[in-house]
């Protein structure tokens, strides 16, 4: 298996974290070698990443390295990984000078499909011109899917996947609107308190991805 998404958002607090840690644990719950990555310097969420996947998770910073070298730690630090995963950085197209720097321009240097992450609380089929436009803006980006965030029931569930069908990209699934699912601010993560609730956190958010998302469709998207 040779697998590798990046998974992004419409825009900041979608909850690509949660998300992330999920997917990385129910991915290692299955056996698999599972390889983390998170755009940008950020060093929390790679703490966060490692608890979740048993792996170290590395930085991919287009702002303070070059090409050369991002496309070096992919490959080199995935040799071996049944999966790579890498975590994208506020909006997908948000970078230092318009979207040079973003999660977008690392997926296409390193030719990776993108799961975009949508928050859905307070919105239904209106999200279907929004992945519309993240799917055409730039085509040379592979947007293989999207997972919404925030759902509040089965029904709603309904619309956004029928938005989807018609905006012609795939829905992979959902994740609950759960208060116990929001990482509820950014610390260092160095108290064993801490860390407790992390984990915490990390097997709640495996659950839902194992319950409300299709890991099988979104490995082979990827």
């Known amino acids: 298996m040779n697998c590798k998404a990046l998974i992004a958002a419409a825009s900041s607090n979608s909850g690509k974290t949660t998300l992330t840690m999920g997917l990385l644990r129910a991915l290692r719950n299955r056996g698999l070698c599972v ?58 197209f948000d970078g230092y000078d318009k979207w040079h720097g973003s999660s977008a321009e690392v997926a296409m240097l390193l030719d990776v499909p993108v799961i975009l992450v949508v928050n859905a609380k307070s919105v239904a089929y209106s999200v279907a011109p929004l992945i519309h436009g993240f799917k055409t803006f730039r085509p040379e980006l592979r947007l293989a899917g999207v997972i919404f965030n925030m759902v509040a029931s089965e029904h709603h569930y309904q619309f956004l996947k029928e938005a989807c069908k018609d905006a012609g990209v795939e829905c992979l699934g959902y994740m609950q609107r759960n208060a116990e699912l929001v990482i509820p601010g950014r610390h260092l993560g160095l108290t064993i308190t801490e860390r407790e609730q992390t984990e915490k956190l990390i097997s709640l958010a495996a659950t839902e991805v194992e319950a409300h998302v299709d890991l099988n469709k979104l490995l082979s998207l990827s």
């Not at 310097?41 to 287009?62: K, R, W």
């Open 35 to 92: 390889q983390s990555y998170k755009c940008g310097p950020d060093y929390i969420d790679t703490m966060f990443h490692q608890m979740a996947s048993g792996c170290e998770s590395v930085n991919l910073d287009l702002f303070m390295s070059s090409k050369e070298h991002v496309r070096d730690l992919f490959s080199s630090y995935g040799e071996g990984a049944d999966v790579q995963v890498i975590e994208g950085v506020m909006g997908l």
